[in-house]
């Protein structure tokens, strides 16, 4: 059967379907899609758009990906999900093993979640069971700077910007605390005074913190902001100077975004507990993990479980595509790929520098932002990309692009020169 949208299905959709962030009664388009092939949706009328979005910085790989597909196929024939309490099967094994691989030496176990704001949450319970199992419950709280996203469910939305999406909450979240954000940019010459404010919270409050919960190196739904890789260093050096774990949440910057295969890297450290999510199953489907120390894992385990266990725990054709997502990382053109994004964003973004609304141009690893100096409203601006043959969704004052590695230059410069001519027709 046809894979058609009628007027009618798209009518449904306005008054029946929640999309993400939306109001029912005061909804922008939807653009209706029925396929997607290498770095470019297809729309129900058949035009075709470049994707700078892979799909919330998913799609690495870009869409119908044969090794990926087959990798899904091969899985289905033998099994779709089964539970995993008391249950095991060779997909999460083999992911386990590739993930350990991959990531930070000292990370040795690996806890299955289902969404990225999922495997916050589990990081968040691992810290505070940690610190119940190690005689001192009264840590409790998280330290975490602003204009930070970790998710849209409860624990996840207390370490968020406390003054961004999540307001509708305040007075109902977790009582964390709160520093300014990294003011040492990524390029910038480091100086003591950057983490200062930092370092005094922690003194202050160490004895409630159970943990400290960064994104590392890119502050991404919160403000698309990069920070120094010194602040990060600094921050672990803390963190064990006053006792207290240190969660990274690598859901989006993770698998080779930032042009390192985790951000942490820039920093050369590793954190007590990390969270992947997103490009973990190359955009598939949905699946992400918490992954932490032995030292974590077995201080929990020594006093009994780790209390969290979702229906879908490792769905074995999630793992299996995701174990195939990680081959094709590990085959290495992932890093290539992400350096030339760079070259061609920095070249073809920069004359955006030169419009009188934009404040601010910035590209690291296969992250492309501009900063507009007033926010656009999506109802009109979302329109103008389209009719410019590209996918992409800014919000508040943030156009940014995160395209699938595989882009060719080509694509990338006409997604660019796309993001150009949208700016100089908003007002
Ligand atoms: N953490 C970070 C850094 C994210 O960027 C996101 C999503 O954008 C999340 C957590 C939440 O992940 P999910 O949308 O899969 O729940």
Known sequence: MADTVTVEDLEFDRQHIWHPYTSITNCYEMYPVTGAEGVRLTLADGRQLIDGMASWWSAIHGYNHPELNEALQRQLGKMAHVMFGGITHPPAIRLARQLLDVTPALLQQVFF???GSVSVEVAIKMAIQYWVATGKPAKKR??????????????PMSVCDPEGMHEVFSGMLLDNVFVEAPQCGFHDDWQEEHIAEFKVALDKHHQAIAAVILEPIVQNAGGMR???PAYLKRVRELCDDYQVLLILDEIATGFGRTGKLFACEYADISPDIMCVGKALTGGYMTLAATLCTQQVAHTISNQGVLMHGPTFMANPLACSVASASLELLQAG??????????ITMEACLAPC???ANVA??????AIGVVELKQPVDMKTIQPLFVNEGVWVRPFGKLIYIMPPYVMEQEDCQLLCKAIYQVITKIK
């Open 360 to 365: 601010d141009v910035r590209v690291l690893g």
């Open 113 to 115: 979640a289902d969404s």
């Open 226 to 228: 990069f920070y120094s």
């Open 353 to 355: 520098r030169e419009l």
């Open 142 to 155: 998280l330290l975490t700077v602003k204009k930070g996203y970790h998710g849209d469910t409860f624990a």
């Open 333 to 342: 053109h992932w890093k290539a790929q992400v350096e030339q994004l760079s």
